[in-house]
């Protein structure tokens, strides 16, 4: 695959296919009534589902559009990780429904969504009320793979925090770093593929040095791995010898990094031939697709939904599309680019499928940036086609940062990125 330049990216970031904007009516199945406006239900209120619900307002305004999330305000994972290094204030990563509702006429509802009747077009909340629908878009992001290491469940992790939602993890692993002596070890656990933001452990490891150089220069950072390599892992490597050599060190799984027990009272991991102490104990754990997701039977063996690239409509339950982290988008990544990216796609198709139009093929993106400390980051970029012929989608190009590219000028189109993707997701 041919290397990306930024121009090209930019070419494709900015095409988005024009699509009409009349009505359809359409027959619901609950009641059999005919209707001039379809409903689509969002359920997930993070980058993809936010992202979705704005772009069928935007692309077809007569929709009825209701977004479902529990949270009345949406913590973002993206710029976590500088909270966790005190470059950050946790309420820099709230993001509120404000414009999507006021602004871009979209419905928010603040409930737990806890069943799908497919048979009914249905979504049954906590509070027993349920949002009927034409097409539902489900983004129900992650949960946890509680039972994939011996000692370590939701319990162990209000000790040993995973910090892979953002919210109380997080500030509980900043005060943990805050509280540490001096000459102490900061132990990262690093899953095996798939997972949430595949580079994200390591600017973790990154922006926790940083920390650790300003205020406790003799301590360390471990990364224990459950793989053999990772996302962008020769330019970490070289920023790691260059901003804290020594402080650094990585695990891969062929050199015992996978881990098989935790001890989280103590902080002690154990892997196959060898146990490490942490004074701060940060465990990553494997990951599956959200609850709801599972509730619904949305998800196969691996714990993740698949979906029809073409639309992201789930092969499991009609009517239902899936998008975020949650779904098997393969070559994709789990990132928040990805998840905004695939909601353009798949609101594009939900309007083609209401009007009885064929969805185009579509080209997706990702990029992704991971600061090393506050001036110097990197990135990755992806870009994606569906292929009629093989029904999945195809890596057309990839490309990182230069070994002896701009980490400076990086870092500002990062901290640009934060604040485009967040407008662009929630208003």
Not at 141 to 165: C, N, Q
Not at 376 to 401: C, D, F, H, N, R
Request: proline letters at 7%; aromatic letters at 8%.
């Amino acid at each position: 695959m041919a290397p990306i330049s930024r121009r090209s990216f930019i070419k494709w970031a900015g095409a988005i296919s024009a699509l009409g904007t009349v009505g359809c009516s359409v027959n619901h199945p609950s009641t059999g009534s005919r209707r001039e406006k379809a409903r689509v239900a969002v359920v997930g209120g993070g980058f993809a589902g936010a992202s979705a619900a704005k772009y069928l307002k935007l692309l077809n305004p007569e929709l009825e559009v209701t977004l479902v999330e529990q949270q009345a305000n949406y913590l973002s994972c993206p710029g976590s990780n500088e909270v966790i290094a005190g470059l950050k204030q946790p309420d820099e990563l709230r993001r509120k429904y404000d414009i999507l509702r006021n602004v871009q006429g979209i419905q928010t509802v603040t409930a737990e969504a806890q069943t799908i009747d497919t048979a009914r077009r249905t979504v049954s909340l906590a509070d027993g009320s349920a949002i009927p629908y034409d097409r539902l878009i489900v983004a129900p992001g992650i949960d946890f793979r509680w039972d994939a290491i011996d000692g370590y469940d939701e319990t162990a992790s209000l000790l040993a925090p995973h910090a892979w939602k953002a919210g109380p993890q997080t500030t509980l692993l900043r005060r943990q770093l805050q509280a540490m002596p001096d000459g102490g070890v900061v132990l990262i656990t690093a899953p095996a593929n798939p997972y949430r933001c595949p580079p994200g452990p390591y600017e973790r490891a990154s922006l926790i040095a940083h920390f650790l150089k300003r205020y406790k220069p003799r301590s360390k950072v471990l990364i224990l791995d459950a793989k053999t390599q990772f996302s962008k892992q020769s330019l970490f490597l070289q920023g790691w010898e260059e901003l804290y050599p020594g402080m650094v060190e990585w695990i891969s799984a062929e050199k015992e990094g996978k881990i098989e027990r935790v001890d989280a009272q103590s902080r002690v991991v154990f892997t196959e031939f060898d146990e490490h102490r942490a004074d701060v104990l940060n465990v990553i754990p494997p990951q599956k697709a959200g609850k709801l997701a599972h509730q619904a039977g949305l998800t196969d063996q691996s714990g993740w939904c698949p979906i029809d690239p073409l639309t992201f409509e789930s092969p499991l339950a009609p009517y239902v599309h899936i998008i975020g982290d949650a779904c098997t988008a393969t070559p994709m990544p789990k990132s928040a680019f990805a998840a905004n990216s695939q909601a353009k796609i798949c609101a594009a198709a939900v309007i083609d499928l209401l009007q009885d139009r064929e969805p185009g093929h579509p080209s997706l993106i990702n990029h992704c940036y991971s600061f090393l400390k506050p001036d110097y980051a990197i990135s990755i970029t992806g870009v994606y086609k569906y292929s009629p012929t093989e029904k999945q989608l195809e890596a057309v190009s990839t490309g990182e940062t230069p070994m002896n590219g701009d980490r400076r000028k990086e870092a500002e189109h990062a901290r640009s990125w934060h604040k485009i993707i967040a407008t662009d997701a929630f208003g």
